[in-house]
């Protein structure tokens, strides 16, 4: 589990004009656009591309090789576990964030298949970008 010391990081690139690279994987619409929203305050966080399903977010990582992924859980085709264990297959150094609202037992689930960071998703308006920030090594 990741722990916060503070709340008060500004999520930056580390290499100046290079961005993190960020996909968004939820199946409704609006938390997407919510997400995607927060995070176009950071200046270090480019939004490249969206996914409804697990299924399309693995097709997405393949073809978009992000950073990050923002993924949440209980989706259709394809839930966010499989997919993860999927996308760490291939790309292990992307870093994935589960942002659900499942229980432990989910959470332990999320670890096994190599989710780097969860993140409850009452607190995303608040963790989300520190979390980010954590996760991801200091160079691209």
């Known amino acids: 589990m990741i722990y916060f010391v503070s709340m008060n990081v500004k999520v930056e ?33 480019e939004i490249v591309g969206q996914a409804h399903d697990g299924a399309e977010a693995v ?10 992924i ?13 997919a993860t264990r999927a996308i760490k297959k291939f790309l292990p150094a992307t870093r994935i964030i589960v942002v659900s609202v499942s229980d432990g ?23 989300l970008p520190t979390m980010i920030e954590s996760v991801l090594p200091d160079a691209l």
Do not use: F, Y
């Open 13 to 45: 690139a580390s290499i100046p004009g290079n961005k993190r690279r960020v996909l968004l994987v939820d199946d409704v619409e609006d938390i997407r656009s919510m997400v995607k929203q927060l995070l176009s305050r950071h200046p270090g966080l």
């Open 105 to 127: 037992a989910t959470h332990r689930a999320a670890r096994e298949a190599g989710a780097d960071g969860i993140c409850d998703k009452a607190d995303v308006m608040t963790r």
């Open 70 to 82: 923002l993924m949440d859980i209980h989706m259709p085709v394809m839930d966010g576990i499989a």
């Open 59 to 68: 097709r997405e990582a393949e073809r978009l090789r992000p950073d990050v």
